[in-house]
């Protein structure tokens, strides 16, 4: 898979999203990333780790939900770290390309806040 870091073509091959709502899925992920994603570190190379807005748990957990029941390969986990909320999200091994377009996508758009 190429992928475009500023473009929506990190969709993974693997999706079962029908292909007409796929660009609407990323949408929404694009303004979740862009408007609510404080910071992110790559803890592992299986795991992106996304602090988000307080108050923006629900959000990302009805997003996480959806895109669990198309891309079952993911998992989305929720906690703290002190005071800060942190989504989590991880993929086996053979997906890390994936994750690897989710990091560059959420630090591109980072980067056009100024981030």
Same mark, same amino acid.
């Given at each position: 898979?190429t992928?475009?870091i500023?473009s929506s @073509?990190w969709v993974p ?5 029908p $292909?007409n709502e796929q ?5 929404? #992920? @694009?303004e979740? =990333?862009g408007?609510? !994603?404080? +910071?992110? !570190?790559?803890a %592992?190379?299986? +795991?992106?780790?996304? !602090? ?5 748990e ?5 997003l996480a939900?959806? /895109?669990t029941?198309?891309?079952? #390969? =993911?998992g #989305? ?5 002190? @005071?800060? $909320? !942190?989504? +989590?999200?991880g993929?086996?091994t053979? &997906?890390? /390309?994936v ?5 560059? +996508?959420? %630090? &591109? ?6 981030q």
């Amino acid at each position: 898979m190429t992928i475009g870091i500023g473009s929506s @073509d990190w969709v993974p091959d693997a999706c079962t999203l029908p $292909t007409n709502e796929q660009p609407l899925r990323v949408a929404e #992920f @694009d303004e979740f =990333f862009g408007q609510l !994603v404080r +910071r992110f !570190v790559r803890a %592992a190379p299986e +795991r992106l780790d996304l !602090v988000i807005e307080p108050g923006s748990e629900a959000a990302g957990r009805e997003l996480a939900e959806r /895109e669990t029941q198309c891309c079952s #390969f =993911f998992g #989305f986990g929720f906690g703290t770290d002190g @005071d800060e $909320t !942190v989504m +989590r999200i991880g993929v086996p091994t053979a &997906h890390i /390309e994936v994750l690897d377009a989710i990091e560059s +996508r959420v %630090a &591109h758009l980072l980067d056009g806040r100024g981030q």
